[in-house]
């Protein structure tokens, strides 16, 4: 194996703004060589030390672990102190554009103003609940099997990738988000815990998880594969085993599903808006009809059924964990 270091020539443009003086947003352009070696951070400190000291954006561990470095190159949310710079050029090519998490939430250059994400993580409840004895006469041991049972919810270093790769968080103000809801998850998985609020709090219309719209933006955008869509399912699946699943549209939706796939092992899309929205369904009649008409919905009487429901039925009774 060659040790040799190589050399990529890479033009860069970088958002500039600065909240206190700027009304808008500019790209600073700058080329350089670029190394085998370096990292994205590399280059963000190349560009403060060598180019402009007043450029500004936020590090820390330089380790991938404390989160403070997350950042977008060609729209893709990353590390920069864990991108290679030559896993970047063979992803993009030698143009690459450095932004905020969130340019709507820049305050300078790429540092963003994190508060709803802080503010909406600590209304879970981010830590474990539980009576301890302060002076316990043994450990409090978690087997290896229960700490599997977290699924790797607890690798997330609140880098907000996901939060702000999210399209829902744009529009609701009050949606939690995916990484509230992989730490909801973290702790309500925890053998240890015992908060009975937390589940209802993340069950609740317009702040949780019945909001998400399943776009698996979160899952993409993560770079420590913590997989946040995964822990919003989890979070369906302990509201209805605990009983709090409420009957909403968007609890309505998921059973109709199960019971949809579950008699023709197809999804009868018409059935389900009407099992979702009961006299709801009202409103969509014209969105409905025109969908008839150009045959993107079949009408009921000619909805197929699966050829192989008898596999069907067998997947779903060994994937599924909850009764609805
Ligand atoms: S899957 Fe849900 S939480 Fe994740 S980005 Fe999409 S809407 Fe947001
Ligand atoms: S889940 Fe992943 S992307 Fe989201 S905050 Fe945690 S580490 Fe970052
Ligand atoms: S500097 Fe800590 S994760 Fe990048």
């Known amino acids: 194996m060659s040790d040799k270091i190589e050399t990529k020539k890479v033009k860069f443009k970088v958002f500039r703004f600065n909240a206190d003086t700027d009304y808008l947003p500019k790209y600073e352009d700058y080329e350089m060589e670029v190394t085998s070696e370096e990292v994205m951070l590399d280059i963000l400190n190349r560009i403060k030390f060598n180019h402009d000291g007043s450029f ?5 561990c330089r380790h991938g672990i404390c989160g403070a470095c997350a ?4 729209g893709r949310s990353t590390l920069a102190c864990k991108e290679r710079m ?3 050029i063979d992803l993009f090519g030698d143009e690459l554009t450095i932004e905020p998490l969130s340019i709507k939430r820049a305050v300078k250059d790429l540092v963003i103003d994190k508060k709803d994400f802080w503010d909406k993580h600590n209304a879970v409840n981010p830590y474990v609940v539980a009576d301890i004895d302060e002076e316990p006469e043994s450990e409090n041991i978690v087997s290896p099997e229960e700490a599997e049972q977290l699924l790797d919810a607890d690798y997330c270093i609140q880098c907000g990738a996901c939060h702000y790769a999210c399209p829902v968080i744009e529009i609701n103000e009050e949606f939690f988000g995916p990484a509230a809801f992989a730490a909801a998850y973290r702790f309500s998985a925890d053998v240890r815990d015992s908060d009975d609020e937390r589940l209802k709090t993340v069950n609740e219309m317009g702040q949780g998880v019945w909001d998400c ?8 955008a993560c770079p420590k594969d913590v997989n946040p869509i995964e822990k919003i399912t989890k ?10 699943a409420e009957n909403n549209v968007a ?3 998921a059973v109709g599903f199960e019971k949809s796939m579950a008699k023709r092992g197809v999804l009868d899309e018409g059935g389900l808006v009407l099992y979702s929205e009961g006299l709801g369904i009202v409103k969509h009649i014209p969105v409905a009809l025109k969908m008839f ?9 000619n909805i197929p059924t699966s050829e192989n429901m008898d596999e069907i039925q067998k997947l779903m009774k060994s994937s599924s964990t909850v009764k609805f």
């Open 86 to 88: 030559f896993d970047l």
């Open 293 to 301: 008409r150009k045959g993107k919905i079949p009408l009921p009487w």
């Open 71 to 74: 950042m977008k190159v060609n």
């Open 213 to 220: 719209v399943k776009c698996f933006e979160c899952a993409e």
């Open 235 to 244: 979070l369906h699946q302990m509201a209805f085993k605990e009983g709090i």
């Open 251 to 253: 609890v309505r939706h």
């Open 56 to 60: 500004s954006y936020r590090r820390s």
